[in-house]
């Protein structure tokens, strides 16, 4: 099946008949208000028949409820969280790809499919659960050398063995060495 760039805000990879597989959302939120809520039923009606049994302003007026004083990139993991517990009423799962970036890859899969493929060993591949945790640090690593900005544990638990050989995506920098330990000033945000 032959893929195509979307050439809309809302980006992922999608078929001749539209049909989106993967949604990339950025770390700070939607582009457009129910980027996720439409990308998430779609999904479930392609895969189940079914649509997803809550509506698409729910989830905002529970993001709403549920914080005191949100911040500039709380609403995508606790939309993707909502959204994983619905689908699991309908037989599926929400997966995440990580590309070692602050970009959310969303793919959703039957709960079989999402086993296997969090269960894969690769060195390109990594795919992880929708799972935020509060007391898990954010990494914010500043290259020296290019001024890149990257992110680790956006979307995971990491620990110091992940951590370890990551360097910057746009110039080599060494980050961790080999051991884990930090090679340049890392920022952790909890």
């Excluded at 980006?11 to 989106?20: F, M, Q, V």
């Excluded at 929400?94 to 894969?120: E, F, H, R, W």
């Excluded at 990491?158 to 890392?186: P, Q, R």
């Amino acid at each position: 099946m032959p893929f195509r760039k979307l050439d809309s805000p809302f980006y992922g990879l999608a078929d001749s008949n539209s049909k989106k597989y993967v949604l990339v959302v950025d770390w700070n939120g939607e582009d457009e208000e129910n980027d996720l809520f439409n990308f998430f039923n779609q999904r479930s009606v392609s895969l189940t028949g079914k649509q997803l049994n809550v509506s698409s302003s729910e989830i905002y007026e529970q993001f709403d409820k549920s914080t005191n004083r949100s911040q500039r990139g709380d609403f995508v993991p606790f939309a993707l969280e909502y959204f994983d517990k619905h689908l699991e009423s309908l037989g599926l799962k929400a997966v995440l790809l990580d590309m070692g970036n602050d970009s959310y890859y969303v793919l959703v899969a039957s709960k079989a499919d999402s086993n296997i493929l969090t269960k894969l060993k690769s060195t390109f591949w990594r795919f992880k659960r929708v799972s935020f945790q509060s007391n898990s640090p954010l990494y914010v690593a500043n290259c020296p050398k290019c001024g890149n900005i990257q992110f680790f544990g956006l979307d995971t638990d990491i620990d110091k063995k992940e951590l370890a050989g990551k360097s910057c995506n746009d110039c080599g920098t060494l980050f961790w060495d080999d051991n884990g330990n930090e090679m340049v000033k890392i920022e952790k945000y909890y």
